[in-house]
């Protein structure tokens, strides 16, 4: 094993988190670089994107969480072929968590996405339209977050 490995563990950690905040940093440089004009005609399709955030993590997270479950079931079933079943409130705390994950997601999701359009999503593009001065400190932010994001990586690429 190398020996910058045995020290930092979390390195995969770290070029992930470089990876995350170019990936951001895109977001926040292409108002500036679609410019005024271009944000006008996506407007809507931007206030849907915008306002869906939720309902997509939500829905990311329950994919997350069902494959979890798939891989912890197939475990906990070999296991307890092997050793018998005793850990069994495992599975329903995890089962617990799934059931109300799935009715939050089924009761809420189309609520939770007119509470984010009206509250954040319409105001934000709306700036994003009309601000150059937004547009401007988004462009500058989304520089910031390139940065670190490469410094990141760069560090992980010289210690591994």
């Known amino acids: 094993m190398h020996i910058v490995s045995a020290i930092f563990p979390p390195m995969k950690w770290l070029n992930l988190?470089?990876?995350?905040?170019?990936?951001?940093?895109?977001w926040f440089a292409a108002p500036e670089l679609l410019g005024e004009s271009t944000?006008?005609?996506l407007e809507n399709g931007l206030i849907r994107l915008?306002?869906?955030?939720?309902?997509?993590?939500?829905?990311?997270g329950a994919i997350v969480f069902?494959?979890?479950?798939?891989?912890?079931?197939?475990?906990?079933?070999?296991?307890?072929?092997?050793?018998?079943a005793e850990n069994l409130n495992l599975m329903f705390?995890?089962?617990?968590?799934?059931?109300?994950?799935?009715?939050?997601?089924?009761?809420f999701s189309a609520k939770t996405t007119r509470w984010m359009k009206?509250?954040?999503?319409?105001?934000?593009?709306?700036?994003?339209?009309?601000?150059?001065?937004?547009?401007?400190?988004a462009l500058q932010l989304g520089a910031v977050l390139f940065s670190v994001g490469f410094v990141l990586q760069f560090v992980?690429?010289?210690l591994s």
């Open 50 to 60: 915008v306002s869906s955030l939720p309902v997509i993590l939500i829905a990311g």
């Open 156 to 158: 992980v690429m010289l």
């Open 118 to 137: 009206r509250k954040y999503a319409t105001p934000l593009i709306n700036k994003l339209i009309a601000s150059e001065q937004f547009r401007k400190t």
């Open 93 to 107: 705390v995890i089962l617990g968590v799934s059931v109300i994950s799935t009715l939050y997601f089924a009761l």
């Open 17 to 26: 988190a470089g990876l995350t905040l170019q990936f951001l940093a895109f």
């Open 39 to 41: 944000m006008k005609r």
């Open 66 to 84: 069902g494959v979890f479950m798939a891989i912890a079931g197939v475990r906990f079933g070999l296991e307890a072929g092997r050793e018998g």
